[in-house]
């Protein structure tokens, strides 16, 4: 409109003036370190310790019975560096339960006789019944596991028999009542694929497979030992720290 009132401009509002930023450490160079040592160096030399590492862990389990000649030479030869370092790590000792093919666990079943040879008592070592906590289970597995040597066959057995035949004196000792005691040892195989889909459990009567069985008899037990098993040991304790063979402890 002619003769309208013009609106005046506003004056700028002043901005506050920037505050002056600190000057941190050049980069490349650790806080706190004299002298600059450069980091990128400690940070390449920690990982490349931790891919040794833990590539150590996956030859050492890799290194079983069958493993590639390759695999075998990087952990199991005397002058390579991965076998001294696996050596001194303890590392070295193979890891068959986590294998991509898992061997079976081993159980020892026992049947008590009395005179007339009627059974009195059943049982198994290890017993999730009776060996409770788990690690008083895992201890009598490693019992029943441990009754073998990888020999040949003839010896295997040999030695078989005489674990079963100390097992049976030991029931015998303690069970008054029986004459004679049945003695088998089992190798109890994971379930199969086909078992798994149809629901069996790992009790299923097909996952057990009978290795060797053994007798014993009241008449060939050994002379008996003291009553005070303590004192026995005692009077003649093994001499472990002169001996030549084994790794210390």
């Known amino acids: 409109m002619v003769g309208a009132p013009t609106k005046p401009t506003p004056p700028p509002v002043p901005q506050p003036p920037a505050k002056p930023r600190a000057s941190g450490p050049p980069r490349g160079d650790s806080p706190g370190r004299p002298g600059g040592i450069p980091a990128l160096f400690v940070r390449c030399l920690i990982s490349l310790w931790i891919v040794w590492h833990f590539s150590g862990v996956f030859l050492a389990a890799l290194s079983l ?23 001194a790590s303890y590392m070295n000792q ?3 339960l986590f294998a991509p093919i898992v061997g079976p666990a081993h159980v020892i079943r026992y049947d008590l006789l009395d005179a007339t040879g009627q059974t009195i008592e059943k049982g198994e070592l290890p017993s999730r019944k009776l060996h409770w906590p788990r690690l008083f289970y895992h201890r009598h597995m490693m019992l029943a596991d441990q009754s073998d040597f990888p020999v040949s066959q003839q010896m295997s057995d040999y030695w078989q028999r005489k674990y079963l035949e100390a097992f049976g004196n030991h029931l015998l000792a303690i069970n008054e ?5 049945r003695l088998e040892r089992l190798a109890h195989w ?8 149809e629901g069996r459990k790992l009790t299923d009567p097909e996952t057990y497979e009978v290795l060797i069985q053994h007798t014993v008899s009241r008449a060939a037990l050994p002379p008996s030992l003291p009553p005070n098993q303590s ?10 720290a002169t001996r030549n063979l084994g790794i210390p402890r």
């Open 65 to 87: 019975e069958g493993a590639s000649p390759l695999v075998q030479n990087a952990t199991q030869h005397p002058k390579s560096p991965m076998q001294w370092y696996l050596d």
């Open 94 to 96: 193979g890891r068959p």
């Open 177 to 181: 009542k029986a004459q004679t005691v």
């Open 190 to 197: 994971p379930l199969r694929q086909n078992h798994v889909l």
């Open 231 to 240: 004192l026995y040991w005692q009077n003649s304790p093994p001499n472990t």
